[in-house]
């Protein structure tokens, strides 16, 4: 299912047949230290993976982690979308890209069309966000957003701090 395209990026929510593409990218190392370790390390995990809980979120909320691919090319170069975390009041602003993409404003090209979307298309008030403090190119993309830092806290299950922010998309 299509959901965002910008000038240079299409988004779409994520299929099974794009398990080899989600296992690279929850097994890089920027993944696993900024965001967490977890645990997928065949296709088959990252078939559930995509199948419990992007596609279930899809389903159940009308909202997931999207795909994120070239316009032109529609090779794979990361994730943004929303997600509703049990540790979390707000829904939350989330991505991630492979190594190669990163830098060149693909997330916040992806992440802006996701809050466009947000606020047009969905019955969402504000959002949340969160980053490991130490995440210093995400933590400046929340903001360039329009997000506002509310507090380091610990979410639970965690053993780390986290920086909260949040976002009032509507009144």
């Not at 994520?14 to 989600?22: E, I, K, P, Q, V």
């Not at 492979?98 to 996701?114: D, T």
């Not at 969402?124 to 490991?132: D, E, M, N, R």
Request: charged letters at 25%; proline letters at 4%.
């Amino acid at each position: 299912m299509d959901i965002i395209s910008t000038e240079r990026l299409h988004l779409r929510v994520m299929r099974l047949d794009d398990a080899a593409f989600y296992l690279r990218l929850v097994n890089e190392p920027s993944f696993i230290s900024n965001i967490r370790d977890k645990g997928i390390r065949t296709l088959d995990q990252s078939r559930e993976s995509i199948q419990t809980g992007t596609l279930a979120s899809q389903e159940k909320f009308g909202f997931s982690f999207y795909l994120v691919e070239g316009r032109t090319t529609h090779l794979p170069m990361g994730i943004c979308g929303l997600t509703k975390r049990d540790s979390l009041d707000d829904v939350d602003l989330g991505y991630a890209f492979l190594p190669e993409f990163c830098g060149q404003g693909y997330a916040y090209e992806a992440a802006l069309a996701v809050l466009t979307h947000t606020k047009n298309a969905l019955p969402i008030k504000q959002l949340a966000a969160i980053t490991s403090p130490t995440n210093e190119r995400s933590n400046r993309l929340l903001i360039k957003l329009g997000f506002i830092f509310q507090r380091t806290t610990l979410l639970s299950g965690d053993s780390e701090e986290t920086r909260l922010y949040r976002l009032v998309l509507k009144p």
